[in-house]
């Protein structure tokens, strides 16, 4: 196989959380009463580490207003019902696949360590991944640090390596430290902005991805 490990994003590319993130991030804002943006702006930071999506959309934030509307977002987003996580098609069973083939799986995500934990665990995808790494734990994306973790982690070169992401943060980031990238149609950004970075392909079903094995 030419690839060692399978790198995956979280939001938008495992699970269908955008509505549920949108939602979130509009309830913490009127929560602390900044303007709300609009679906199309607040839907464009996911991936991002939650610092740096909250100062996209509000540059003028100090650190403790960002506390504030993280906690908040926080909040919402563990407490509301609408909040179930939901997977897309053909993860877990692609997953599966993956693994019985000896691949390393790993996730690089915008997510805190805390929330990602909480959903590994409602989704029951923990089991499936060697290791994680999260925005509150390194750089948020498109920085590649995360990427680089994980590299060392394994004790793989990035071009033994392959990213899926739905985001050009997910792309750009695999593109800075020359690791191969699979974009998904079916999440946050749309098809033209993932071509900007180049990936191998852009793939409509996440099975698909198991034509790069």
């Known amino acids: 196989m030419k690839y060692k490990a399978f790198i995956f994003d979280w939001d938008g590319t495992l699970v269908d959380s955008e509505r549920h993130i949108v939602s979130s991030i509009e309830h913490a804002a009127q929560e602390v009463g900044l303007p709300l943006r609009t679906y199309s702006q607040m839907k464009d930071i996911i991936g991002l580490g939650m610092k740096e999506a909250l100062l996209v959309l509000y540059p003028d934030l100090n650190d403790s207003e960002i506390e504030s509307v993280r906690g908040h977002y926080s909040n919402y987003f563990f407490a509301s019902s609408s909040g179930a996580l ?6 877990i069973s692609t997953l599966e696949s993956l693994q019985s083939f000896g691949l390393n799986l790993a996730v690089a995500t915008g997510k805190s360590r805390n929330g990602l934990d909480k959903a590994l665990h409602s989704t029951g995808l923990k089991a499936f991944f060697d290791v994680e790494r999260c925005a509150d734990e390194t750089k948020s994306k498109p920085h590649p640090m995360m990427l680089e973790e994980i590299a060392e982690y394994f004790s793989f070169a990035p071009s033994e390596m392959l990213m899926v992401g ?29 071509l900007r970075h180049r990936p191998l392909k852009i793939v409509d079903k996440f099975s698909e991805i198991l034509t790069l094995t």
């Open 166 to 194: 739905d985001t050009e943060y997910d792309l750009e980031m695999a593109a800075r430290i020359g690791m191969d990238s699979v974009g998904v149609s079916y999440g946050v950004h749309d098809t033209e902005r993932l």
């Open 86 to 91: 939901k997977l897309f098609d053909g993860v």
